[in-house]
């Protein structure tokens, strides 16, 4: 396996090694403790990693919350999410707990099994960045693991800059001008009668329309900015030909040569930029009788910008800056 150093070897604070585990996305990091708190040259080889591979794992961490936090304000201000499940520590407010064992199953009234198939009824229903229907998605999350199961539950993630980049050029010449809708819970398959979950999403939607090929405010990297979970139709385009067309860029966002694999253990850490990738979170262990408690931490974002200078224009249920 080749292995990229970074030039922050050379200066304080050293030591960093950063290994590529996939061609177009995804790297290893290690030489750093996150619990002692990088130095600034690790911080800035850290940063610089993340821009280059869009996510990058650590493992062997032993973070707690607060050090979590603290990690996280290293690298941008912390957003502190307006309502998070009942696993979530009540006295670190940035820190949301994914237990979905723990917590989700029963929770709209359905096991969790059948709550996850109603929402990834297709093979890209699942695939997302954080809070993606929001004016001003997350910049990048931190995600760390506290217990996972012995086998299954991995994270998967895609590069949006290299599937842009792998587009032929008409077809991205097209994709540069088109805007599209993303809305919070696009997609999901009610059950007959009355359905909790679908109480939910009408309580707290939101929708935001996004350019289809936004600017990276730090690379100047032109990403495909789609998802399966959000994104509602193409505008300007009739339903038939936006589902034609978001089939299309879905099938080149997830190919497997745009994305890495992830297997988590305890004290695992990912750290990703949002805005160049989506994820699609575990669907193998729902069905084991092991838990799988994760903590992550979301750095505020901007509000993207398209091709033209163009921002993106919330819709309903979000403003910049607010959470």
């Known amino acids: 396996m080749t292995t990229e150093k970074t030039t ?50 650590f493992r062997g961490q032993r973070l707690d919350h607060a050090g979590h936090v603290a990690l996280a304000r290293r690298f941008g201000e912390p957003v502190v999410p307006p309502r998070r499940g009942k696993a979530s520590p009540p006295d670190v407010p940035e820190i949301e707990t994914t237990a979905d064992r ?14 996850l198939r109603r929402r990834r009824h297709t093979l890209h ?17 931190i ?24 587009l032929s050029a008409p077809l991205r010449a097209f994709v540069d001008g088109l805007r599209a809708e993303h809305r919070l819970g696009v997609g999901y398959q009610p059950r007959p009668g009355e359905d909790a979950y679908v109480r939910h999403l009408l309580d707290h939607q939101v ?30 385009l009739s339903r038939p030909e936006s589902q034609a067309i978001l089939d299309l860029l879905l099938d080149q966002v997830t190919r497997p040569e745009y994305t890495v694999r992830f297997r988590w253990e305890p004290g695992s ?3 990703w930029d949002n805005r160049a990738t989506v994820h699609l979170a ?42």
């Open 125 to 141: 229903r699942g695939w997302h960045c954080d809070h993606g229907a929001r004016v001003d998605p997350p910049a990048a999350t």
């Open 8 to 57: 922050a070897e050379a200066g304080t604070g050293g030591g960093i090694e950063v290994r590529p585990v996939a061609g177009h996305i995804g790297a290893e990091i290690t030489g750093v403790d996150l619990a002692a708190g990088p130095d600034a040259a690790q911080v800035a080889a850290i940063r610089a990693a993340v821009l280059r591979w869009k996510v990058v794992f």
């Open 269 to 271: 850490v990912a750290f």
């Open 207 to 236: 929708a935001t329309v996004h350019p289809l090929v936004r600017v990276h405010p730090e690379t100047g990297e032109r990403v495909l900015f789609v998802n399966g979970y959000y994104v509602e139709q193409i505008a300007g």
């Open 282 to 323: 575990p669907s193998d262990n729902a069905h084991l009788d092991h838990p799988r408690v994760m903590h992550r931490v979301m750095l505020a974002g901007e509000v993207p910008v398209g091709v033209d200078g163009s921002p993106s224009e919330a819709l309903l249920g979000s403003e910049p800056g607010r959470w």
């Open 143 to 166: 995600l760390r693991a506290e217990t996972v199961p012995p086998y299954g539950g991995d994270t998967t993630w895609a590069n949006l800059a290299a599937a842009y980049a792998g």
């Open 102 to 115: 723990l917590e989700l199953g029963g929770r709209f009234g359905m096991p969790h099994d059948e709550w």
